[in-house]
């Protein structure tokens, strides 16, 4: 595996604890209180998410907040379970928080149903912040929330553009959506509308893991050449299932976060996870400095992250052009 970041990470850590002194003596002189509510405990959201939680933390330490110094940390995970989510919101609503840190969307939105008073950071949700009713809108979010949504409906033509790169002859692309994600039917529309005139969208649903062999069985039916699976928190859960079955069904495949290519899928595409959780941070030291979260303007995801599984294209018998290879981000060999 060649990851390009490796240097400028190691880089990037170094200049971040640099930057830790004390260039802000007042928060030596309180104590605050941050919440991070979360549907999975770090270990179990794949290595992406472990090292993007990691980066929250580093990054408050960078603004010049450190547990045991200046900063309590609380945190609470639902580990798997939606279900959990509002008592855990709850807990962290009394607790007397300065801020709170909430993702995904199932969190924020648990997180933004316990308090309307306490300041509520989005470090990550894949869902339209306002048609989820967290925020007014993206430039005045009017609410206790406010943060970085990873929405990126813009980049979803991008997702058949590159399988078009291995696929040239590519005419009927399949689409795995959940009709429990609201923003689904959106993504199919956008997509749809910039297929080129020869090419067919094949639409395919899955709620439930359970639902995944018989979906691959449509789309080999329908006679698919190549696979968009949509952004969901099941399908990221399922990324090694879902590469799994893609490579057996011979599908060339994307999805929209890292793990699905480091699990085994050909490629993702998408916002960068650790600078999304930046973002995430730079909010919490706004709050925590005396902004209010109803004016801080919404983030959408500034930087992407191509992720290149030559391995995968290799066993599907793939070319994989020279300038694929260069423009990835990562390469997993």
Known sequence: MICR?????GLAASLLLARASPAFPQTAQKTFRVGYLSLFPPPMTGTAAAETYRELRMQLEAHGYVEGRNLVLEERYASGHIDRLPALASELAKANLDVIVAGPASAIRAAHDATTTTPIVMAFSAEDPVKSGFVRSLAHP????TGVTAQ???IAPKWVELLSELVP?????AVLANPA???????LRIIESHLPPETQLVPVEARETTDYEAAFAAMTAAHAEALVILGSLSFTRDSGRLAELALSR???????FREYAMAGGLLSYGPDHRDIFDLAAEYVDKILRGARPEN?????PTKFELVLNVKTAAVLGLKVPPTLVLRATEVVR
């Open 152 to 154: 990126a409906s813009d």
């Open 250 to 256: 011979r599908l060339p495949s994307v999805y929209l």
């Open 296 to 300: 801080l303007p919404v983030q959408q």
């Open 181 to 187: 994600q609201p923003d689904h039917s959106a993504y």
């Open 169 to 173: 002859t590519l005419r009927r692309v």
């Open 142 to 145: 009017g609410t206790n929330v």
């Open 5 to 9: 970041r490796a240097v400028a990470s």
